[in-house]
């Protein structure tokens, strides 16, 4: 597995400070690491204990202008910008502390906190990065003329249109994200504002820390800032930027083509929820995973299916008769003229052939690895099968009782043993190895 395929969080905490923008009070912003499988979360260190706020759009309380979330009561306003730098430098794990309830705006581009996370530096985790494609095109469209689609790609990609009103400033972009072209071609565009926006962002007691250093002024066809534009198609570039950290709210990374025509945290948010709705419906193919009881417990075949994936004709165990400690299972398997391999094995002499005895074992024997902390809703894959014997033939009316014990586990690869036994007697045994997968 190559770094890229791993999990990454910040190798040690960084901060800045500066005035944030819509409530113009002065913060202090760290970013600190996180465990694997963590995510992103908001820390307010301002608050008596320090409450967490998961960066997830079930969260989101309000995107007007910026993109807000709220857990119990407690905000964090205009997040989308250290989310999209955290998201386009490939960190995955990261506690965002804060000592207000915004992060500063700094110059309204993502390029200081990417200068943060370089200063931080990214450690290697070792769990792999997970990262949801896009199987199925997600299409939306709002009245008042924003499309955002994203459609199957290898890779992550954004095309996007920015239209101002009236059709001024149209931009288009299109460029695959990943660390380096996010840090060149992203980070450092500004957000920007219409002139006539303005008073009523001021009304609702917005943009109380808006100046010209951080945001680009559009007035009529003149543009108010302090400093030359960063690219020609800034405005464009801008809107990615934002897309980027709004999309993050639904945790997962993805593979896809982003297409957005007029974006905005609004149906930005929208689309991650879409992003959400698909995924947990591509997990509702998994088998959820079964509680299998410890002690003597006796399972009928509806509960053996519950924890195996096999069936008619390969379902090789009719019952579960008994556990003994957390390694041994014992089985059985009513054997009937009615199994469909005994029309071919042999036809006027019908034996049950000595493969599917085997592989009964391995099905009793993978119900005590599925059993193992840990293991639940997975799937055991034959490895190999060593010093198999079979002693006796097996004729329908018999009764096969199956007889396993898993000696060794290490990680995801386990050692057994199993036998059959019919009457009292050893019919077929073996040595079996597994491996133990995800469904």
């Given at each position: 597995?190559?770094?890229?395929?791993?999990?990454?969080?910040?190798?040690?905490?960084?901060?800045?400070?500066?005035?944030?923008?819509?409530?113009?009070?002065?913060?202090?912003?760290?970013?600190?690491?996180?465990?694997?499988?963590?995510?992103?979360?908001?820390?307010?260190?301002?608050?008596?204990?320090?409450?967490?706020?998961?960066?997830?759009?079930?969260?989101?309380?309000?995107?007007?202008?910026?993109?807000?979330?709220?857990?119990?009561?407690?905000?964090?306003?205009?997040?989308?910008?250290?989310?999209?730098?955290?998201?386009?430098?490939?960190?995955?794990?990261?506690?965002i502390e804060m000592d207000a309830n915004e992060p500063p705006?700094?110059?309204?581009?993502?390029?200081?906190?990417?200068?943060?996370?370089?200063?931080?530096?990214?450690?290697?985790?070792?769990?792999?990065?997970?990262?949801?494609?896009?199987?199925?095109?997600?299409?939306?469209?709002?009245?008042?003329?924003?499309?955002?689609?994203?459609?199957?790609?290898?890779?992550?990609?954004?095309?996007?249109?920015?239209?101002?009103?009236?059709?001024?400033?149209?931009?288009?972009?299109?460029?695959?994200?990943?660390?380096?072209?996010?840090?060149?071609?992203?980070?450092?565009?500004?957000?920007?504002?219409?002139?006539?926006?303005?008073?009523?962002?001021?009304?609702?007691?917005?943009?109380?820390?808006?100046?010209?250093?951080?945001?680009?002024?559009?007035?009529?066809?003149?543009?108010?800032?302090?400093?030359?534009?960063?690219?020609?198609?800034?405005?464009?570039?801008?809107?990615?930027?934002?897309?980027?950290?709004?999309?993050?709210?639904?945790?997962?990374?993805?593979?896809?083509?982003?297409?957005?025509?007029?974006?905005?945290?609004?149906?930005?948010?929208?689309?991650?929820?879409?992003?959400?709705?698909?995924?947990?419906?591509?997990?509702?193919?998994?088998?959820?995973?079964?509680?299998?009881?410890?002690?003597?417990?006796?399972?009928?075949?509806?509960?053996?299916?519950?924890?195996?994936?096999?069936?008619?004709?390969?379902?090789?165990?009719?019952?579960?008769?008994?556990?003994?400690?957390?390694?041994?299972?014992?089985?059985?398997?009513?054997?009937?003229?009615?199994?469909?391999?005994?029309q071919g094995h042999f036809p006027g002499h019908p034996i049950?052939?000595?493969?599917?005895?085997?592989?009964?074992?391995?099905?009793?024997?993978?119900?005590?690895?599925?059993?193992?902390?840990?293991?639940?809703?997975?799937?055991?894959?034959?490895?190999?099968?060593?010093?198999?014997?079979?002693?006796?033939?097996?004729?329908?009316?018999?009764?096969?009782?199956?007889?396993?014990?898993?000696?060794?586990?290490?990680?995801?690869?386990?050692?057994?043993?199993?036998?059959?036994?019919?009457?009292?007697?050893?019919?077929?045994?073996?040595?079996?190895?597994?491996?133990?997968?995800?469904?």
């Amino acid at each position: 597995m190559s770094a890229s395929d791993r999990q990454h969080t910040l190798a040690k905490a960084a901060s800045i400070t500066g005035t944030s923008l819509h409530t113009g009070e002065q913060v202090a912003l760290t970013l600190q690491p996180a465990p694997e499988n963590f995510g992103f979360k908001f820390r307010r260190i301002d608050l008596e204990d320090k409450p967490f706020i998961p960066a997830l759009v079930e969260k989101v309380q309000k995107v007007e202008r910026a993109t807000t979330i709220a857990e119990g009561g407690v905000n964090v306003h205009t997040v989308e910008h250290v989310i999209s730098a955290l998201t386009g430098m490939g960190v995955d794990n990261a506690i965002i502390e804060m000592d207000a309830n915004e992060p500063p705006i700094v110059d309204g581009s993502s390029q200081p906190f990417v200068e943060l996370i370089k200063k931080a530096g990214l450690q290697e985790q070792s769990e792999p990065r997970k990262i949801f494609e896009i199987r199925e095109p997600i299409y939306q469209e709002t009245r008042d003329g924003t499309i955002l689609t994203i459609v199957p790609d290898k890779k992550f990609r954004v095309s996007c249109t920015n239209v101002g009103p009236g059709g001024r400033f149209t931009q288009y972009l299109s460029l695959e994200i990943t660390p380096e072209t996010y840090e060149k071609e992203i980070a450092p565009a500004r957000t920007f504002v219409y002139y006539e926006d303005i008073a009523p962002l001021m009304e609702k007691g917005l943009i109380k820390g808006g100046t010209l250093e951080a945001a680009v002024v559009v007035r009529g066809e003149t543009l108010l800032s302090k400093q030359p534009l960063r690219f020609e198609n800034e405005f464009v570039r801008h809107k990615i930027l934002d897309i980027v950290g709004d999309l993050m709210l639904s945790g997962k990374r993805i593979r896809g083509h982003v297409i957005a025509v007029r974006p905005g945290h609004g149906p930005n948010t929208e689309m991650a929820r879409a992003i959400v709705a698909q995924y947990n419906a591509m997990r509702a193919m998994v088998p959820p995973a079964v509680n299998i009881p410890g002690g003597e417990a006796v399972l009928d075949v509806n509960e053996v299916m519950n924890i195996l994936p096999h069936r008619y004709p390969f379902l090789l165990v009719d019952r579960i008769v008994g556990f003994e400690g957390e390694n041994k299972c014992r089985g059985v398997k009513n054997v009937t003229i009615n199994e469909p391999y005994f029309q071919g094995h042999f036809p006027g002499h019908p034996i049950m052939p000595g493969v599917l005895q085997l592989e009964a074992m391995a099905q009793v024997a993978s119900i005590v690895l599925l059993r193992l902390p840990g293991n639940e809703g997975k799937i055991g894959y034959f490895m190999s099968a060593n010093n198999v014997k079979w002693r006796k033939p097996v004729l329908p009316g018999d009764t096969l009782f199956i007889e396993t014990e898993v000696l060794k586990v290490k990680r995801s690869i386990a050692q057994a043993v199993g036998r059959c036994v019919v009457n009292g007697q050893v019919v077929s045994e073996a040595d079996l190895m597994f491996s133990v997968v995800d469904r």
